[in-house]
C-alpha cells in the first residue's frame, strides 16, 4: 500500500513538473516582452527609410522648393509604412522580422511607378507580368522571414545604417551647392561708361540658346543657313561666321561673362554660383549709368531679372513641362498612389489620345516671346532703353516646325532628330526676320544684337543619352563652341565683328557707340569637353 502510495506520489511528481516545465516553457513564448531598445531600432529603421526618397529630392532641388513640401509625403510613407507594421507584426510575432520586411515593402510602395516605368521602357511584357513579379517577390522574402529561425535584429539595424547614410552623405555633397547657392558675390566693376551723349538710340539684345554659327550648323547638320544670313547682310547687318565662345559649352559658362564684358566663370564653377553673377550684371550697370532704361523679356528663368523692368517672364522649363507641380507632387507619383491616379498608358511610354500636349504650354511661352519682341519696337518710350531677351530656342524641346506647326511629341529631346533641330531653326529664323523687319520700320536708328550662347550639341547629346563613342573631343568642343552673332548698327558706324567672341562683340559695340576703350581679351583657358562624362578646361 505504501510502496503504491510512493509510485503514485513520484508519478504525479513527475506529471507536475513536466507539466510545470510546459507552462514555464509557454509562458516564455507569450510572456516575452519586446524591449524598448528593438521598439526605438524599428522606427529608427522605418523613419529614414521612409525619409530618404523626400530628402533626396529635396536636396536635389533645395533651390527650386522649400522643405515643407516634403511633409505630406513624408506623412502619407510614414502611415503606410506603419499600417503595414501592424499587419506585419501579426503575421511574423518578431519585431526585426516585421522591420525589415516593412521596410522592404516600403521601397516597393514608394518606387512603385518609377520602377514599372523602368520596367516597361526595357521589357515587352504586360503590365501584369511586373504586378505579378513585384507580389512573387515579396511574397518569397516573407516566406524566408517567416522560417528563418534568426532574430534579424542586425539585418534591420543594417537596413537603418545603410539609409541614415545615405541621407547624412546626401546633405554632405549638398554643402557646396548650399554654400554657393547663398555667397554673394562680389559685383564686377564696370570698366569704363559712356563716354559721350551722342548716341542714346535703343538697343535690342537677343539670345537665342543653342543657335550654331555658320561652322557649327554645316558640321553637325550640313545644314546651309545662307538664306537668312544673306536677309541679315541685305539689312546692313555685321555677320561673324567664326566667332567662338572658347569659354564652355554650357549656357551658364558663358552667359555671366557676356553679360558682365569679362572672363569671370568657367565650367570648373558650380551652375548656381554662375547664374548668381547674372544679379545686375556690369552690362545692364553700363546702361543705366548713360540713362537707359534696362527691360527683360525672361523666357524660362534663363536670366535673373533683379534691377530690371520685366516685360515678361515665364516660368522655369522645369515648371512649363510639368504643369506648375513641386516636389510633394513627383513623390507621390513615383509611389503606388501616383499608379493608382495616372493613366498606365503614359507608363508604358504611350501617347494617350485623350491628353493634352505636355509641350502645349511650352511651346505657347515661345509664340509669345516672338510675338512680344515683334510688338515692342512700335512701343513709344519715354527714355533709351536696353532690351534683352533670353530664349531657351531653338534649344531642345523641339516643339515647332518650320511652318509654325506643333512638332512631333515623340522627337521633342531626341538628339538623333536632326531635322527636328532644323526646323525649329527655321521657324525662328522666319520670325526673326518679321522683328527685324518691326525694329528698322519702328525704330530705325536702333542698335540690334543678334546672339547665340554656343552652338547646337549634337556631339555632347548624343555622348550622354545614346553613348555615343563617335567623338573627337578637340574638334567637337570647337564646333559646339561656335555661336550665331551678328550686329545692325542703326545710325552708328559699321564695325566688322569677324572672328571675334560674343563678349568681344560687345566690347566693340561699346566702343562704337558710347566712345569707351574697350580693349579686346582673349579667353583664360579653351575648354574641351572629354568623353567619358569627364569635363576638362585645358
Known sequence: MAENNITENNTMNSGEKQEKKEKQKGGNVTKKRISPASILQSIWVIFVVCLYPCAFMYIQNFTESAIDKIVLPLFVFLFVAF???????????????????TSIFMLMFMNFTLVQYIFAQYTNL???VFMIILVVLLLVVGVFLFITKKELDGVSFIIGFAFSGLIIMNVVMAIPKYIDSQKKNEEVKVEQYAQNDDFRENVYYIIMDEYG???????????????FLGYLNDKGFSISNSTHNYEGINTYDILPNLLNLDYIVSPK???????????????????????????????????KSEGCDIIYE???????????????????????????????????GEENPNQGDIYEDYRNEVLKILDLLEEQPKIKKEKPTFMICYMCFP???????????????????????????IEQ???????????????????????????GDHGAREGYHLMYQYSKSEYNEKVE?????????????????KQDIEGLSGLNTWRVILNNLYGTNYKQIEVPQKYIHKWKYESDAR
Open 477 to 493: 568642343s570647337e564646333m559646339m563652341e561656335n555661336p550665331f552673332n551678328c550686329v545692325y548698327w542703326g545710325r552708328a558706324s
Open 83 to 101: 499600417v503595414a507594421f501592424f499587419i506585419n507584426i501579426i503575421i511574423f510575432r518578431n519585431i526585426h522580422k516585421t522591420t525589415v520586411f
Open 126 to 128: 504586360p503590365e501584369k
Open 269 to 303: 564653377n558650380t551652375i548656381i554660383s554662375e547664374y548668381n553673377r547674372l544679379t545686375d550684371p556690369a552690362l545692364y550697370r553700363f546702361f543705366k549709368e548713360a540713362g537707359y532704361n534696362v527691360e527683360m523679356i525672361n523666357h524660362v528663368q534663363g536670366l
Open 314 to 348: 515665364s516660368p522655369t522649363i522645369e515648371m512649363l513641362l510639368n504643369h506648375l507641380h513641386d516636389i510633394d507632387y513627383y513623390l507621390l507619383k513615383n509611389s503606388f498612389i501616383g499608379y493608382l491616379m495616372m493613366d498606365t498608358n503614359l507608363i508604358k
Open 395 to 421: 534649344h531642345v524641346p523641339y516643339v515647332l516646325k518650320a511652318d509654325g506647326q506643333p512638332a512631333e511629341r515623340r522627337v521633342a529631346y531626341d538628339a538623333t532628330a536632326k531635322q527636328s533641330y
Open 213 to 227: 554659327g555658320k561652322e557649327n550648323l554645316e558640321y553637325y547638320y550640313n545644314y546651309d543657313n545662307s538664306d
Open 425 to 451: 531653326l527655321q521657324y525662328l529664323n522666319s520670325r526673326l526676320e518679321r522683328i527685324v523687319d518691326s525694329i528698322i520700320e519702328n525704330d530705325p536708328n536702333a542698335v540690334i544684337v543678334l546672339q
